[in-house]
């Protein structure tokens, strides 16, 4: 009887700690035992929703699998959070957006709304099909384009190897993020393509981007108000408009504060590094540090306009962005226009605590220097500082 009992405990022991090893294990739901098709013809959205819900009620870290070597087409899709854990979504193989004009409302292809601790990972690609879109956005016939894929109120998210291509519009947003790290990631889409920037994000904070591709039509990375402590590091940026700060200032009061770009490589951009913001606006955009940058063939390599006005049709407004602290280190290269330094400041909000370091910018072939155009700007210089800085002393 003794003896019975000891197997019978040995047997429920064994039975417990298999269970915990179950539930310890990451659980993986594959799209393909939720009945998606992966031929690229058959609408996968459902299939995808389905096992996204089973992944995100899984209590023991659910990994979602988007197999490789297969193409998997999906409209508006939107996966929602919370999840009961941790979630990763292993994308290795590849999404493609409908070919055809699929919707005429603000709408993104795909959405992680509320999710908190994500990582979505793999080499995967997600292909917006843009071409049709940039065409009818360019006759005027397109207003509203889909992002490729927004993040909204995602806090842990990490977004790692991936590829993204051709976007109707802006590639990746975040929006109300925090604690972001976007590492490895590859973004594609042809010089000529219309506003198809990069990483957009807006009230986030927290942001490291680092190690990623960035060839696009518009913007590289750009950081939009209420955006604190980013870092944008081992990038290359082209072709493409750069790292922008901004526009800050339109209808909102601008709170932009630690953003660092470093080690980052522009291949024949419009800007390098960029702060932009309307005449007229309020708050602050301070704690800059552009760090060991690379310029070839940059169009202007560093700007800050407080007189942004794409349209070219601006009224002369007072007040102003107050832009702060802004530091510039160690930048090199060639640019396509004589000016490869503009800083533009409001005469009613000047900038200060410039600081500029060890710049050498040519005027790609041209045997005349590059220049500097400074307006309203206060700050010092140290090192060699190519093309020159009077900055203002009053
Ligand atoms: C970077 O991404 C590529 C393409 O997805 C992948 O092949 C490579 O292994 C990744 N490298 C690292 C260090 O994660
Ligand atoms: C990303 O995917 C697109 C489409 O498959 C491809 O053309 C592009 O070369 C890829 N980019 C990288 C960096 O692998
Ligand atoms: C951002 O990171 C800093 C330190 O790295 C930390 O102190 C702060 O709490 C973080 N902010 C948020 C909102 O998580
Ligand atoms: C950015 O870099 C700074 C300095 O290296 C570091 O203190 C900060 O925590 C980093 N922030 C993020 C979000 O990685
Ligand atoms: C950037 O690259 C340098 C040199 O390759 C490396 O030491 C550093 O860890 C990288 N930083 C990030 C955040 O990946
Ligand atoms: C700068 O970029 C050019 C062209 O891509 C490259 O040849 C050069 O080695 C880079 N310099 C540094 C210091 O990384
Ligand atoms: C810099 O060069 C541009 C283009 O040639 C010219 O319009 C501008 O006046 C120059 N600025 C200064 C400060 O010399």
């Known amino acids: 009887m003794k003896k019975m009992a000891a197997v019978k405990h040995i047997f429920v022991v064994l039975l417990v700690l298999v269970i915990r090893w179950a539930e310890g294990r990451p659980q993986k739901y594959n799209v393909l035992d939720f009945h998606a098709f992966g031929d690229g013809e058959t609408d996968d959205t459902e ?50 957006a409908p070919n055809k004009i699929w919707t005429s409302e603000e709408a993104n292809l795909l959405t992680f709304c509320r999710v908190d601790s994500l990582t979505l990972d793999g080499n995967g690609v997600i292909d917006g099909q843009g071409a049709i879109w940039w065409d009818c956005y360019n006759h005027k016939r397109c207003d509203n384009r889909p992002i490729l894929l927004g993040f909204a109120f995602c806090n842990n998210l990490v977004v790692k190897s991936i590829n993204l291509t051709d976007s109707a519009d802006k590639h990746m947003t975040l929006f109300q993020c925090s604690q972001v790290q976007v590492y490895n990631v590859s973004i594609t889409a042809p010089g000529d393509s219309p506003n198809t920037d990069g990483i957009t994000m807006a009230s986030s904070n927290n942001i490291s981007i680092s190690s990623c591709f960035i060839q696009t039509g518009d913007d590289c990375v750009s950081i939009l108000s209420h955006t604190t402590n980013v870092n ?58 552009f760090e060991s940058l690379n310029m070839t063939a940059v169009q202007y390599p560093i700007i800050i306009d407080q007189f942004y006005c794409p349209q070219g049709n601006c009224p002369k407004k007072d007040g102003g962005v107050a832009i702060s602290d802004a530091r510039f280190i160690n930048i090199q290269g060639t640019s396509t226009e004589r000016q490869a330094i503009r800083l533009l400041c409001s005469q009613s909000v000047n900038c200060r605590d410039i600081y500029l370091s060890n710049i050498d910018l040519c005027w790609m072939n041209h045997n005349a220097p590059a220049n500097a155009t400074i307006l309203n700007a206060h700050g010092t210089t140290a090192g060699m500082v190519v093309p020159q800085i009077q900055f203002d002393t009053r």
């Open 47 to 96: 299939a995808f929703l389905r096992t996204w819900q089973a992944a995100c009620n899984c209590r023991s870290q659910p990994v979602m699998v988007v197999p490789g070597g297969r193409t998997f087409l999906l409209a508006q899709i939107k996966f929602e959070g919370p999840c009961k854990s941790p979630i990763t979504v292993q994308l290795d193989g590849k999404i493609v």
């Open 232 to 289: 944008v590091t081992n990038c290359t940026c082209g072709p493409g408009h750069g790292i922008s700060v901004g526009s800050l200032g339109g209808s909102e009061i601008a709170q932009v504060e630690q953003i660092t770009v470093s080690n980052c490589n522009f291949i024949g951009t419009m800007t390098g590094v960029r702060i932009k913001s309307w005449q007229g606006g309020k708050g602050y955009a301070r704690g800059f540090l």
